[in-house]
């Protein structure tokens, strides 16, 4: 059974540091993996989307790598700013599903 | 095109009544799932629709919950009997199924409160 966890479950950082959001699952056969972004009561966003013979992608001040073997992908976030304070969550699509499997998410907050 | 609509956006019930949700996908995706979440957890998968044919449920669907989607188009989710256990975010995304690189796009979500 596909498990996947994120660490750390939150993080505080002052404005303009780089940061990085960590996300492992059990099971290397999966299809896809994205990326989302939630903002409180809100629905989800999906930021990056790693398809699974790809290494990374890359959109702004983002960017995702992914290591299938190892069963990790991490999120790279570039001089972050307050709004990019959210909830982050990964979620993997199996090849042999069509649901996402989420991960917890790590609550993130970009102090001024 | 607006995106994924759902409908209410707030729904307070009493227990043991039914209560129903909409989701209106994005018009060309052919692909229609249904999550639920609870505060702090990510969201878990309910069911899966590809056009009007239900192909994936989840363990976590009693026989309480209903879902259907008429003519591939809007989908409905039933809750029959509600619990105070089935207090959560009810989250509809869409896809546009073929590939690998198809990005599922969700809804803003029904807040269900069972009091």
């Known amino acids: 059974k596909q498990e996947v966890t994120q660490i750390p479950a939150a993080l505080s950082v002052p404005e303009g540091e780089n940061l990085v959001l960590n996300c492992s699952f059990t099971?290397?056969?999966?299809?896809?993996l994205q990326w989302f972004r939630q903002d409180p009561g809100k629905g989800l966003t999906s930021l990056l989307l790693?398809?699974?013979?790809?290494r990374e992608q890359t959109s702004g001040r983002l960017n995702a790598s992914l290591d299938k073997s190892s069963g990790r992908s991490t999120l790279y976030i570039a001089a972050s700013q307050p709004g990019d304070s959210a909830t982050y969550l990964c979620?993997?699509?199996?090849?042999?599903?069509?649901?996402?499997?989420f991960g917890s998410g790590t609550r993130l907050l970009v102090r001024p | 095109d607006t995106g994924v609509s759902q409908d209410p956006r707030h729904k307070i019930t009493k227990r043991g009544q039914n209560v129903t949700f909409r989701c209106d996908p994005i018009?060309?995706?052919?692909?229609l799932y249904w999550y639920r979440q609870t505060l702090g957890q990510g969201p878990e998968f309910l069911t899966y629709?590809?056009?009007?044919?239900?192909?994936?449920k989840s363990r976590l669907l009693s026989d309480r919950f209903s879902a259907e989607r008429p003519k591939g188009s809007f989908s409905t989710l039933e809750i029959q009997r509600t619990e105070q256990g089935d207090s959560a975010m009810y989250l509809c995304?869409?896809?546009?199924?073929?590939?690998?690189?198809?990005?599922?796009?969700f809804g803003q979500g029904t807040r269900l409160t069972v009091v």
């Open positions: 995304a869409s896809s546009l199924g073929g590939t690998g690189a198809a990005v599922d796009y």
């Open positions: 099971d290397s056969a999966i299809y896809n």
């Open positions: 790693i398809q699974s013979s790809q």
């Open positions: 979620a993997v699509r199996m090849d042999s599903s069509y649901k996402l499997i």
């Open positions: 018009s060309e995706h052919n692909r």
């Open positions: 629709f590809q056009n009007e044919a239900q192909l994936e």
